[in-house]
């Protein structure tokens, strides 16, 4: 398989943090974060993609942090802080469900960030137990 063919996966994927900051009642109490992470799964797999729950991200201070990689665009990556609340989890949900390829909408563009820990290359997050089923 080519270096190109890697770049340009099919499906969109996402990752979802859930390490010591995101997903945890200690930092956000009262979210519920299981079943943001359920919403998202689903998103993702209406769509034909595939969401990986990993460990930190080393962007604490945004959590919760969720990545999205278009389908078709590997390369392009959003990572998204804040995802927290109703609205925000719905409009994300939407735009995965959709593939990810239009321009994120109102309520997720705001929470677009440009990655400060390292650099903006791929991720290394730790990859953790999936706990999440559609
Ligand atoms: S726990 Fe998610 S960025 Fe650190």
Redesign the pocket.
Known sequence: MSARRHDRPSTVRVQV?D????GTERKHPGVDHAGIRSRIAAAAEHAGGHVRIVG?????SR?N?VIVRPAGRASARAWIGGVLDGRVVEALCEWIRNGATSPAPPEIEPLIFTRTAGTDAAPTPTPVELRVSP
């Open positions: 943090c390490g010591c900051c995101c930190c991200v080393d962007e604490c959590s942090v």
